[in-house]
């Protein structure tokens, strides 16, 4: 009678090691995107952030678009963005400045490579027109 008993406990053991693998599999899976993704998404972030705070104040310190797209390849180039000078796209209105950038990032998941497009837009308003 104890027979029966040994079998369904080894079969048992097997299946906990075989999820435990499954298991770590999937996090060092996840934990491998988030290496390659998180990075990109908080660098665009900080663009954007940063885009914003120009739109809003180059109305009012009345910078010229050339200004406005030195201090946003400066934040490029710190962020390691693959976006050029003429990635940059400005519209003066009376109205306020619209600042838009798109930039595509390739990223190589060592079996499968792919691309990722950002396009943050920034617009700031003259409040006093």
Avoid: C, W
Avoid at 55 to 67: G, I, L, P
Avoid at 87 to 93: A, E, F, G, Q
């Amino acid at each position: 009678m104890s027979l029966p008993l040994q079998t369904s406990r080894r079969s048992q053991r097997g299946e906990g090691k075989l999820k435990a693998i499954i298991y770590t599999v999937i996090l060092v899976t996840l934990v491998f995107l988030a290496i390659k993704l998180v990075p990109l998404y908080v660098a665009e972030y900080q663009l954007q952030d940063k885009m914003n705070e120009q739109a809003k104040f180059a109305v009012v310190n009345r910078y010229s678009e050339d200004q406005i797209r030195d201090i946003l390849m400066k934040v490029i180039q710190d962020l390691d963005i693959p976006a050029t000078r003429d990635d940059i796209k400005l519209s003066s209105t009376n109205h306020g400045v619209s600042i838009s950038i798109s930039y595509t990032v390739p990223v190589d998941f060592l079996v499968y490579q792919t691309n990722i497009t950002f396009s943050p837009t920034s617009e700031g308003l003259d409040i006093m027109k």
